[in-house]
Each structure stands twice: as structure tokens, then as C-alpha cells.
């Protein structure tokens, strides 16, 4: 069972920008082959799909954060990104990595930790 280990979360102003990582404990051949995806979870909220990616590199946005959030992959280093610019008070949650089961918020394997990202001024 792969398991995630996200980074990179932090206190950020208004309008500031955070790098989020997740490392995955397989190997990059095998994590090559996965569609990944980034999620976030607000405090008395359910957690919502972010931003996917699929093997082959092709993207896709909720549009809440389109032109915002950039997510791409490194397969031979087992780690999906998550460029987080403009941030917005709103975008303040727990974020999460895992394997998409299509577009919505059902994954594949078991959650990580997290990493908390808390814009605030």
C-alpha cells in the first residue's frame, strides 16, 4: 500500500505564495503509472478535489483556483507538486495528496498527514 508524505505548508499574507510537495513510497516506475491529485480540507468542511494530473502530464483545475495553482510531477523523484499563488484567506485548509478514482473526492489509497496552509495577514 503506497503511502504520501506531504510538505510544505505554512503561514503566508494575503496574495503570498507556498510550494507544497508529496512524496509517494513507491518507486518512480511504479508512481509514473498513477494519476495524482491534491485535496484540501477547511476546518467544517468536507474535503474537496484541488487539482489533478495524470501519468501523462495532461492538468485539470476546480475553478477556484485556475490561474492560481499549478500542479505538475517529478516521476523519477516520486513526488506531485502544488504551486500555490494568490493566495486568498478562503484557500486556508489542510492539503492532501492521493490517487484520484476520477474527478471528485474519492481516492485510492489511504491519506497522509497533510500540511496545513494558513493565509492570514
Known amino acids: 500500500q503506497v503511502q504520501f508524505v506531504e510538505s510544505g505548508g505554512g503561514l503566508v499574507q494575503p496574495g503570498g505564495s507556498l510550494r507544497l510537495a508529496c512524496t509517494a513510497s513507491?518507486?518512480?516506475?511504479?508512481?509514473?503509472?498513477?494519476?495524482m491529485a491534491w485535496y484540501r480540507q477547511a476546518p467544517g468542511k468536507q474535503r474537496e478535489l484541488v487539482a489533478q494530473?495524470?501519468?501523462?502530464?495532461?492538468?485539470d483545475y476546480v475553478d477556484f483556483v485556475k490561474g492560481r495553482f499549478t500542479i505538475s510531477r517529478d516521476n523519477a523523484k516520486s513526488t506531485v507538486t502544488l504551486q500555490l499563488n494568490i493566495l486568498k484567506p478562503e484557500d486556508t485548509a489542510v492539503y492532501y495528496c492521493?490517487?484520484?478514482?476520477?474527478?471528485?473526492?474519492?481516492?485510492?489509497?489511504?491519506w497522509g498527514q497533510g500540511t496545513q496552509v494558513t493565509v492570514s495577514s
Open positions: 494530473i495524470n501519468k501523462g502530464g495532461s492538468t
Open positions: 513507491v518507486s518512480g516506475t511504479i508512481f509514473s503509472t498513477y494519476a
Open positions: 492521493n490517487r484520484p478514482a476520477g474527478w471528485g473526492s474519492l481516492v485510492l489509497s489511504s
